[in-house]
Nanobody, 116 residues
Framework: QVQLVESGGGLVQPGGSLRLSCAASGISFRIYTMGWYRQAPGKQRELVADMTSGGSTIYADSVKGRFTISRDNAKNMHYLQMNSLKPEDPAVYYC??????????WGQGNQVTVSS
């Protein structure tokens, strides 16, 4: 059974930082593309960042230079370091695991709130 369990969300002030973590089980982690999506109220779910098994990354334009995705294959974990958080960043953040062009597995979602 595949499980993606997220942690690390919460409330932060504008300009602050948070790190999201995602623990994966039930998959051959090192061969998967791991990613993060987010969905704000009234908006479509959007890709924030992902990282292939080879370490290639893509980022949404809105987070480039502020967010960093990383992975630890030995621990079956991946992370999203979020710096310089802005009022437009609040959303439910989801971690994903995808193999090739198959539909991804999803985590349960983790709320990130940016407020002073």
């Amino acid at each position: 059974q595949v499980q993606l369990v997220e942690s690390g969300g919460g409330l932060v002030q504008p300009g602050g930082s948070l790190r999201l973590s995602c623990a994966a089980s039930g998959i051959s982690f090192r061969i998967y593309t791991m990613g993060w999506y987010r969905q704000a109220p009234g908006k479509q779910r959007e890709l924030v960042a992902d990282m292939t098994s080879g370490g290639s990354t893509i980022y949404a334009d809105s987070v480039k230079g502020r967010f960093t995705i990383s992975r630890d294959n030995a621990k079956n974990m991946h992370y999203l370091q979020m710096n310089s958080l802005k009022p437009e960043d609040p959303a439910v953040y989801y971690c994903t695991a995808r193999l090739g062009t198959r539909n991804p597995y999803w985590g349960q979602g983790n709320q990130v709130t940016v407020s002073s």
